[in-house]
Nanobody, 115 residues
Framework: QVQLVESGGGLVQPGGSLRLSCAAS????????MGWYRQAPGKQRELVAD???????NYANAVKGRFTISRDIAKNTVYLQMNSLKPEDTAVYYC?????????WGQGTQVTVSS
């Protein structure tokens, strides 16, 4: 089993920034993809950004140039730096880790962008 613990959500004004963190623990394997999805009310869950064990990153078009995913390998932690936030970024953000064909999810953290 893998446990994912998220932190860093909250309320921010348009144009502001937030940083999300996700720490993985448990049966960690060295080949993985780890990242963030989000789900807004009435919408499907969608990929925001992820990074694999080789350091290759992948971003949704809607966040390219504004969000940056990074990782601390020693801490099994990924970060999502979100800048220039827009109201349409409002959603529950879920940490995800995929390894050995199994998907693990965090509990979700709310991000609200509003004035």
């Amino acid at each position: 089993q893998v446990q994912l613990v998220e932190s860093g959500g909250g309320l921010v004004q348009p144009g502001g920034s937030l940083r999300l963190s996700c720490a993985a623990s448990g049966r960690i394997f060295s080949i993985y993809t780890m990242g963030w999805y989000r789900q807004a009310p009435g919408k499907q869950r969608e990929l925001v950004a992820d990074v694999n064990n080789n350091g290759f990153t992948n971003y949704a078009n809607a966040v390219k140039g504004r969000f940056t995913i990074s990782r601390d390998i020693a801490k099994n932690t990924v970060y999502l730096q979100m800048n220039s936030l827009k109201p349409e970024d409002t959603a529950v953000y879920y940490c995800h880790r995929g390894q050995l064909g199994i998907a693990y999810w965090g509990q979700g953290t709310q991000v609200t962008v509003s004035s």
